[in-house]
């Protein structure tokens, strides 16, 4: 059984940046995206970005293209999600999605409890 803890969420000011994890217990085994997601209050999860394992690829929503990036480290079972130049439309909880994919479905996912970020005018 895999389960997410996800860490690294907070208040911060306009412009500035912060770093979200995502550590995983237990194997991921053949789950090879890792994916981050955010839910604005009173709005819908929407995607964030993800990227592949072993394939160097990553796709990033335009809301945050050039500010954040995806970054893995398999011995610590962890993702991280490095945010800069952060916006108040960025406030909201945001969720990590690894999870495995065939022919276009999905075959196998986990998802965190969702860590709070807030950014302030």
């Known amino acids: 059984q895999v389960q997410l803890v996800e860490s690294g969420g907070g208040l911060v000011q306009t412009g500035e940046s912060l770093t979200l994890s995502c550590l995983a217990s237990?194997?991921?085994?053949?789950?090879?995206?890792r994916g981050w997601y955010r839910q604005a209050p009173g709005k819908e999860r929407e995607f964030i970005a993800w990227?592949?394992?072993?394939?160097?690829?990553?796709t990033y929503s335009d809301s945050i293209k050039g500010r954040f990036t995806i970054s893995i480290d398999n011995s610590k079972n962890t993702h991280y999600r490095q945010m800069t130049n952060m916006k108040p439309e960025d406030t909201g909880v945001h969720y990590c999605?690894?999870?495995?994919?065939?022919?276009?479905?999905?075959?196998?996912?986990?998802w965190g409890q969702g860590t709070q970020v807030t950014v302030s005018r």
């Open positions: 990227t592949k394992l072993h394939w160097d690829l990553s």
């Open positions: 999605n690894p999870r495995r994919e065939y022919g276009g479905s999905t075959m196998e996912e986990y």
């Open positions: 237990g194997s991921l085994g053949g789950v090879d995206i």
